[in-house]
């Protein structure tokens, strides 16, 4: 069967509804966020009929941090789209922690900025150019189906037939709740953010654990020309578990913290606080896929966010690049036994690195404890590389968050 024609693939326009093809799609994945995008710009250039939809029209907004990291970078680049996103990104000088006791810690690395909405866009624009469509439309179930499986969506009387589907909704699991998946009512976090235009000149991002949203932390993130991101996360404890309201928080960071303060001082906000939800850990695997009925997942939709630094963009996009290996496979082969090694995969190729992410969680909550750390990466070289290693990834976690290693900090 010949491919429909991708829709409008220019770089700055709107992307606007297509009439959605009657066709029999390879595969429709449910969400155009990091993880949705990613898959279907790998199956779309190894030559599938990839059909992409969203519920929302884009450019759209999603509350975010907008931070990229080493794994978000590697990502971008694997699909081609490195020197797009570097030219429409801010680069920074590295990352400056504060721990609570005001001590602060440099590390240097792959750090960009690049707001979500064209973030978002551009990588849509990546997967339709490489010959996926896009249709915007809420989806409203997905089940097996004549072809494999059907999609409904809101307001479309005929489901849209595919061979195999993939669902990156992100941290609102309500499509998986309807589709009968098992889910956790409360998330793993919750965070809220704001822009702010400022005079101020900061050059790396800032991460901020000065005890006023422990055990969360706030962040101001530079985007260029005046422009941050200013916000703060909850982790481990979502509001009405006991824990303090997070505007609250959000308000005792601005007042409180030094370098906030000056920011709000010489700026204004540009925009509402706006918050949404995190999910962490791989906190979805394997229970949110059916591989059997040709459907997986990827993204925070199974819980691929960092837990602790709330970091979810890169693991999205390798989620969906897990996930667009083995459907390719799939595809090619007509044979679908192989999908049901996903979750196994994902826990061979990730869970490592969320080991460190845990374990920084458990120890960094405790003031005293990120005070040492904090004091002992100030002074020690070998500790400042192990932790720059995990944000890199070319450190183990669990040797990093180690006695031993707080130890050799004291020797190297
Ligand atoms: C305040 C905050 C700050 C953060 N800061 C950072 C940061 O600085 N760096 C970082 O790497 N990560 C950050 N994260 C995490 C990051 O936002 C997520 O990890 C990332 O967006 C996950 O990508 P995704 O593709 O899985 O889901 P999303 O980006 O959430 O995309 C899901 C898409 O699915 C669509 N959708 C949902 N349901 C349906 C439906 N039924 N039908 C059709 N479409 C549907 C949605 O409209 C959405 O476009 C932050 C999160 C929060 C809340």
Redesign the pocket.
């Known amino acids: 069967m010949a491919h429909p024609e991708p829709t409008d693939s220019r770089a700055d326009s709107p992307i606007s509804s297509a009439s959605l093809p009657a066709a029999t799609w390879d595969v429709v994945l ?7 995008s990613t898959t279907a710009l790998h199956l779309a250039r190894a030559g599938h009929r990839v059909l992409l ?4 029209s884009f450019p ?1 907004e ?8 080493h794994d ?1 970078i590697e990502c971008a680049r694997r699909a081609g789209l490195y020197d797009e996103l570097k030219a429409a990104a801010h680069p920074l000088d590295g990352l400056r922690v504060y721990a609570p006791n005001g001590l602060c810690v440099d590390f240097s690395g792959d750090f960009w900025t690049l707001e ?1 909405l064209r973030l ?1 866009h551009l990588l849509l624009r990546g997967a339709i150019t490489a010959g996926a469509s896009f249709f915007p ?4 179930g997905v089940s097996q189906g004549d072809a494999g499986v059907q999609v409904t969506l809101k307001g479309m009387t005929a489901p849209v037939k595919a061979r195999s589907a993939l669902l ?5 699991l ?2 998986l709740r309807r589709m009968g998946f098992t889910a956790p009512s409360s998330p793993s976090a ?4 704001c822009y702010v235009q400022s005079e101020i000149e900061i050059r790396r991002l800032v991460v901020c654990f000065d005890g006023s949203c422990l055990p969360g932390y706030a962040w101001i ?1 530079p985007l260029g020309q005046g422009r941050y ?1 200013v ?1 703060c ?1 909850l982790f481990g404890l979502a509001p009405g578990d006991g824990a303090p309201s997070l505007q609250a928080l959000f308000n005792s960071f601005l007042e409180g913290f030094p370098l906030a303060r000056e920011l709000m001082a010489k700026g204004e906000r540009l925009s509402p606080l706006k ?4 999910r962490c850990g791989l906190e979805g695997v394997p229970g949110r896929c059916r591989p059997a009925a040709r459907i997986l997942a ?4 199974i819980g ?2 960092f837990p602790f630094t ?7 996009m390798e989620s969906g690049e897990l996930a667009a290996g083995l459907l390719d496979e799939a595809l090619r082969t007509d044979r679908w036994d192989g999908l049901s090694d996903y979750p196994g995969l994902l826990e061979r190729e990730l869970r490592l690195k969320y080991l460190g992410y845990q374990k920084a969680e458990r120890w960094l909550s405790r003031p005293w404890v990120a005070n040492l750390v904090a004091r002992r990466a100030i002074r020690s070289p070998f500790l400042r590389a192990a932790l720059e290693g995990i944000l890199n990834e070319t450190a183990d976690p669990r040797r990093v968050f180690s006695p031993a290693t707080i130890l050799l900090s004291f020797l190297r």
């Open positions: 449910v969400g155009a966020g990091p993880a949705g939809l969203d519920r929302k759209r999603k509350v975010c941090g907008d931070g990229l990291i978000a979500r978002d439309g809420e989806v409203t990156a909704t992100g941290a609102d309500s499509l919750v965070a809220m953010r993130f991101n916000g996360g918050g949404s939800p995190l990827a993204g925070e939709a691929t966010t709330g970091e979810g963009i890169g693991k999205a």
